[in-house]
């Protein structure tokens, strides 16, 4: 009898030590059992200030449509330039229209370029190759659209021949039309009739006397603004630092006026220089 007691008790000795065991071999939380949940919250990248930004044509709608979506986009940059530059908003619109078959041509496309300007021998940044009055012509690649509008200000500005032109009312758009041709801007005969066209049948023009009249405005109430405006070509070894000391301005003069990204600049890049007299 006191045998089979102890039988007994070693039998269920040695289950519990199996179920427990077994139990052992693999636990099972909650955490294995239930996956977690996946947040709704959606964690987005932000763009990097170095991606480069080309203007999108909608070419689902008509001529007139576009053009309209394209003064729309880029009037407010051409009349910042208009103000910096002096150079007519409705030209530059017109020229930008015209240049770059309304935003939708290549070189706009893939260079940003809306203004057809070729490299020339000062030009050090990217180029693409398109034909043009001749096969493979070099042209500039610009990192945005409104770095093309900028350095065709520049282009303008930089260049004796198109000097004569500034002596022209800001109003003169026909003035400035026949003048870009006769200065050799465009080989095109017909190129002042088709850029006072669309000034005319788009009212580009409406951007002109809206900013003198402000321009005007400005010079009597603003005071310390720069008299005179001159370009600085950066060379290799130029700095923010010293060029700042070779014209006697301070640098965040040059960072304000010339829309610097990081106080970063490169050789070939034109700079503009604000003196006071």
């Known amino acids: 009898m006191a045998?089979?007691?102890?039988?007994?008790?070693?039998?269920?000795?040695?289950?519990?030590?199996?179920?427990?065991?077994?139990?052992?071999?693999?636990?099972v939380s909650i955490r294995d059992a239930i996956p977690p949940e996946k947040s709704s919250k959606k964690v987005e990248s932000k763009p990097s200030s170095k991606e480069i930004k080309t203007y999108n044509p909608k070419r689902n709608l008509t001529i007139s449509e576009r053009v309209n979506n394209y003064v729309a986009t880029f009037s407010p940059i051409a009349c910042e330039e208009m103000n910096a530059y002096d150079i007519p908003a409705s030209i530059t619109l017109a020229q930008g229209i015209l240049e770059s078959s309304i935003g939708d041509s290549r070189l706009a496309l893939v260079a940003n370029n809306h203004f057809g300007i070729k490299c020339h021998s000062d030009w050090v940044g990217k180029r693409i190759y398109h034909d043009d009055d001749e096969k493979g012509e070099c042209f500039r690649v610009y990192k945005d659209p409104r770095t093309s509008y900028r350095d065709h200000s520049l282009f303008l500005t930089n260049r004796s021949r198109y000097d004569f032109l500034f002596d022209l009312k800001i109003d003169d758009y026909r003035g400035w039309a026949?003048?870009?041709?006769?200065?050799?801007?465009?080989?095109?005969?017909?190129?002042?009739?088709?850029?006072?066209?669309?000034i005319e049948r788009y009212e580009l023009n409406r951007f002109d006397f809206k900013n003198k009249r402000k321009r005007k405005n400005n010079s009597k109430?603003?005071?310390?603004?720069?008299?005179?405006?001159?370009?600085h070509l950066v060379k290799?070894?130029?700095?923010?630092?010293?060029?700042?000391?070779?014209?006697?301005?301070?640098?965040?003069?040059?960072?304000?006026?010339?829309?610097?990204?990081?106080?970063?600049?490169?050789?070939?890049?034109?700079?503009?220089?604000?003196?006071?007299?």
């Open 221 to 231: 109430k603003v005071l310390g603004q720069p008299t005179v405006k001159k370009v």
């Open 178 to 198: 026949k003048g870009l041709r006769k200065a050799g801007y465009a080989t095109d005969p017909k190129y002042p009739d088709k850029l006072i066209s669309l």
């Open 236 to 277: 290799k070894g130029d700095t923010l630092y010293s060029i700042s000391k070779q014209y006697k301005v301070n640098i965040k003069s040059l960072v304000r006026e010339n829309q610097l990204e990081d106080n970063t600049i490169f050789p070939g890049q034109n700079l503009i220089i604000p003196l006071y007299k």
């Open 3 to 27: 045998c089979n007691r102890s039988l007994n008790y070693i039998s269920i000795l040695i289950i519990i030590l199996l179920l427990m065991g077994c139990g052992g071999l693999k636990k």
